[in-house]
């Protein structure tokens, strides 16, 4: 039922060698070049390199579900597996193939609702690998899980819209490349509109006058090279055409944007987590503890047994969810999606806790990846919606399709307990 099309195959064996052959041979000095341009977000030189090979391959642009020119999109379900892989080298691959957050989600922003104009001046670039962007919306002062929270104004002043506010957790500003932001912020401030239709997109320059980058934040005390940022916006100006989509449209593109986003971590999580184990067996094989191998240890094999069953699980829901909404749409996967959101990356996270644990001290420097993807894996918890606010929404579908005078209760479930007298 999950298996790939024949494009979707060839691609699979086209990333297998990509990883093999020039992504894993290139993490090393990937990570040294990173630290030779922290402070100026510059882009690492073998980035470059690997860009060209992923095109040269056509391992490009794979997330965009939608056709573009020069573009054949792939089904969610292909390029789920795809995208599993490129999450074993989680701070690499993605971004060599043009296929990392948060751009992926602009693009996909652009694409549905951008202008001819819009389009030209950024999609094109963005799908070029030209340029990056970032997306802005969570704010310092309010739960902007609830979006609908969010008190950043855009007002319009005759022909152009004014921005005003403080934005945090912002990623990839900081990047040289980086040259575009999409602000989400209030364009009715009066609320007289309904509540979910009170927000706007708009499309600012970086090097937008009043635009201002206040500092990194940092993830457990790590600081990683995309970086997530708090900025400011004091009088920004962009002019009226700026606006993406419907002025009162934001909250809903801001879901239609995050449904992809979300299960496009989820697939990279999985990869992540089968490399963890990898590095898992791999660790315990070598070590010893009191005249024992670590491989022998009882707890260590349910650690690894723990682990393949719950990465199994996490990828089945995900490839279910993938075929759920290349066959009904995003809307009606809502849950599925949510579902996924919560299960996988807890699953990553218990993975990688007990790889970190095999390592020992180790497991905690920065001479291994684990801890570095520890932190990443938390940080999607939060990202796109945090456990709670899926945990919510999977609850609401469940409670309504339970109670709906239109689906009968599973199985008899509600005579049966009626009729004991404990409904």
Avoid at 107 to 112: A, I, P, T, V
Avoid at 118 to 142: F, H, N
Avoid at 185 to 190: C, L, N, Q, S
Avoid at 282 to 302: C, H, M, Y
Wanted: charged residues 25%; hydrophobic residues 40%; contains cysteine.
């Amino acid at each position: 039922m999950f298996d790939p099309t024949p494009r979707g195959a060839e691609l699979l064996e086209a990333m297998t060698a990509f990883l093999e052959e020039q992504v894993y041979p290139n993490e090393a000095l990937y990570e040294a070049q990173e630290r030779e341009v922290h402070e100026t977000r510059t882009q690492p030189p073998v980035l470059e390199d690997l860009k060209k090979e992923a095109r040269a391959r056509g391992l490009w642009n794979l997330f965009l579900p939608h056709a573009e020119p020069g573009h054949e999109p792939l089904s969610n379900l292909d390029y789920a597996r795809i995208a599993e892989l490129s999450g074993r080298s989680l701070f690499l691959a993605p971004e060599a193939m043009n296929c990392s957050a948060p751009d992926t989600g602009n693009m996909e922003l652009l694409s549905m609702f951008g202008t001819p104009a819009q389009k030209e001046q950024w999609l094109g670039p963005l799908m070029d690998g030209a340029i990056r962007s970032s997306y802005v919306m969570t704010e310092p002062l309010v739960a902007s899980s609830d979006a609908s929270n969010i008190e950043t104004t855009i007002e319009r002043d005759g022909d152009e819209w004014v921005v005003n506010g403080r934005k945090w957790w912002i990623s990839g500003a900081h990047r040289d490349a980086c040259k575009l932001l999409i602000v989400m912020g209030v364009t009715d401030p009066e609320g007289d509109a309904p509540r979910h239709s009170r927000h706007s997109m708009v499309l600012v320059p970086i090097d937008a006058p009043g635009v201002t980058i206040e500092r990194d934040l940092t993830v457990l005390g790590y600081n990683p090279f995309d970086s997530h940022v708090e900025m400011t916006f004091d009088d920004v100006r962009v002019p009226a055409d700026h606006v993406l989509g419907d002025p009162g449209a934001g909250f809903a593109m801001s879901q239609a944007r995050l449904g992809p986003g979300r299960i496009h971590h989820c697939m990279r999580m999985i990869g992540a987590a089968e490399r963890a184990l990898e590095l898992l067996i791999a660790r315990a094989q070598v070590r010893s503890t009191f005249g024992k191998p670590l491989i022998d240890r009882g707890v260590v094999k349910e650690w690894i047994a723990d682990s393949r069953i719950e990465i199994d699980q996490a990828r089945l829901y995900t490839l279910y969810t993938a075929h759920l909404m290349d066959t009904v749409g995003n809307r009606a996967a809502a849950s599925e999606i949510s579902g996924i959101k919560v299960a996988v990356p807890n699953m990553a996270s218990r993975v990688l806790d007990r790889a970190i644990q095999a390592f020992g001290g180790g497991g905690l420097s920065q001479d291994y990846v684990l801890a570095k993807l520890y932190a990443e894996t938390r940080i999607v918890r939060m990202a796109d919606g945090p456990d709670e606010v899926h945990r919510r929404a999977v609850a609401r579908t469940e409670v309504k399709r339970f109670t709906d005078a239109t689906t009968p209760a599973p199985h008899g479930v509600a005579a049966h307990l009626a009729h004991v007298g404990r409904l």
